[in-house]
């Protein structure tokens, strides 16, 4: 049974069908087709019921259309499924170990499988039988994906988008855990037991510089998230790298037979690859030794300059998160002092082998 999520409802505006999110603060504008939708979601429905309805509107073929509306609408929080998972033993029970909490992943449909647990093979529990934090459940039902943490209300997916909620939801239980003060946005990869962080803004290229750097000798944390702790020390979380389509060709060539075949999509509608890695990963949380700034520039010959502590920290707080919400005094306290006792550096580069050797002198001898 399919229906609009607390707080959401339907209504019109001189005609115009309407969804209005008093979560989000947020009205959606339909048409005609949708606000239908809308209405007998309001009332509740099954989704063979609401298909044949559609088609009997003239609007064919109605499966397709309707698998994306309501995964988009599940997504942006306005839909959920209120069926519970299937009381039968899953297909496959995959125990994930990852920024210090244990998930239980349950698969009841083979499709699942192959689509989402080769991104989280790498991360299973030495000893799967402990006391887990979380349980997920994914299962289809009538061509549809559904997926619910602790067999609460299930969000609607397309098969496609699956891994990438999957690991969405897996993050923000590890932010939501209080024994990490901050979540900062950044790649991060050590030597030497001394953390590198790799930030910068969105296609500054964190997770392909990050992923470069495995080639020399650095040691893989993750390419996206680290976790700050109350000592200062971070800890990242090693999902695979993420590999957007534009460089597909560069990392299949310097990485063969790693990057994974599916192609995922993500909620921003990015399409893309995980890349396989090679050796354990390694989930100690360190200090930090350097951070470094991304800024790609085409042309640029590699450079370092120095950075003011004061501006990365500025830089650190304006994309990170926290399970209260803020960054509490105490949190600010630890990240001033990972950041006063670390290198800090912009780089400015275009070239990927020029800014790995730079890096692998500036981060000191392996």
């Known amino acids: 049974m399919l229906r609009l999520t607390p707080g959401t409802s ?24 949708a606000g239908y939708i809308g209405c007998r979601l309001e ?104 997926f619910s943490r602790d067999a609460g209300h299930a969000s609607v997916l397309q098969l496609n988008q699956a891994g990438t909620i999957v690991k969405a939801q897996i993050i ?49 944390h993750g390419d996206d998230i680290a976790m700050l702790d109350r000592d200062g020390r971070v800890q990242g979380l090693p999902f695979l790298p993420t590999v957007k389509s534009g460089a597909w060709p560069m990392m299949a060539s310097r990485y063969p037979g790693r990057l994974q075949p599916m192609i995922h999509w993500r909620p921003d509608g990015r399409r893309v690859r995980y890349l396989g890695l090679s050796t354990p990963v390694d989930q100690r949380p360190l200090p930090v030794g350097w951070i470094v700034k991304l800024r790609r520039r085409k042309g640029a010959r590699a450079q370092l300059t120095a950075q003011q502590p004061m501006a990365i920290i500025r830089h650190l707080l304006s994309e990170a998160a926290s399970a209260s919400g803020e960054a509490d005094r105490s949190a600010l306290d630890a990240l001033m002092g990972a950041v006063s006792a670390a290198r800090s550096c912009e780089l400015h580069y275009d070239d990927l082998d020029e800014a790995a050797a730079l890096l692998g002198t500036f981060c000191g001898p392996a």
């Open 10 to 33: 339907m209504t019109f505006i001189d005609d115009q069908p309407v969804i209005i999110s008093r979560s989000r603060h947020a009205l959606f504008e339909l048409n005609q087709i």
């Open 172 to 220: 923000q239980d590890v932010i939501q855990d209080r024994r990490w003060s901050l979540a900062l946005h950044a790649g991060c990869v050590s030597r030497n037991g001394q953390m590198l962080l790799l930030t910068g803004h969105p296609g500054a290229g964190k997770t392909t510089l990050t992923s470069w750097l495995l080639k020399g000798d650095f040691v893989y």
């Open 43 to 146: 009332d509740g429905v099954s989704l063979p019921q609401l298909a044949q309805e559609v088609v009997e509107r003239g609007f064919t073929p109605a499966s397709a259309m309707l698998q994306a509306v309501l995964a988009d609408w599940s997504q942006s929080g306005l839909v959920h499924a209120t069926d519970r998972p299937p009381a039968s033993d899953p297909i496959l029970l995959q125990s994930v170990s990852i920024g210090g909490r244990s998930v239980a992943l349950r698969y009841h449909d083979q499709a699942l499988v192959d689509h989402v647990a080769p991104l989280f093979t790498h991360l299973q529990a030495e000893r799967p039988h402990e006391p887990v934090d979380n349980v997920y459940h994914l299962w289809s039902t009538h061509g549809l994906c559904l």
